[in-house]
């Protein structure tokens, strides 16, 4: 079993930056053996994958955040994966969940096995 624990979120102008950040625990050794991924929905919306670092290190993310967001993991707790959000935009308004699993087939069709409680991100015009 694995925990995910999101914190970071908040309230913020647009053009502005926060930094989530997502803490696992439990039957694992190391998050290195888990693809880790953020997820966002935002009212009315479907949910979907913001950004994903798989287990050999690559990382993705849906062409809306290229260039403005950031996935990383840490390489010295190993517990923890970030997303540095950078330029936000009101449309970036949505909670933010981090997950994880120990596969990954396919970044459109992702459904992975665990999940956070999510953290709130909200950007004002």
């Known amino acids: 079993q694995v925990s995910l624990v999101e914190s970071g979120g908040g309230l913020v102008q647009a053009g502005g930056s926060l930094r989530l950040s997502c803490a696992a625990s439990g039957s694992i050794f190391s998050i290195f053996n888990l693809n880790m991924g953020w997820f966002r929905q935002a009212p009315g919306k479907q949910r979907e994958l913001v950004a994903v670092?798989?287990?050999?290190?690559?990382?993705?993310y849906t062409d809306s955040v290229k260039g403005r967001f950031t996935i990383a993991r840490d390489n010295t707790k190993r517990t923890t994966v970030f997303l540095q959000m950078n330029s936000l935009e009101p449309e970036d308004t949505a909670v933010y969940y981090c997950?994880?699993?120990?596969?990954?087939?396919?970044?459109?069709?992702?459904?992975?096995?665990?999940w956070g409680r999510g953290t709130q991100v909200t950007v004002s015009s």
């Open positions: 670092v798989l287990v050999g290190g690559s990382t993705m």
């Open positions: 997950a994880a699993d120990r596969s990954f087939a396919d970044y459109s069709t992702w459904s992975p096995r665990y």
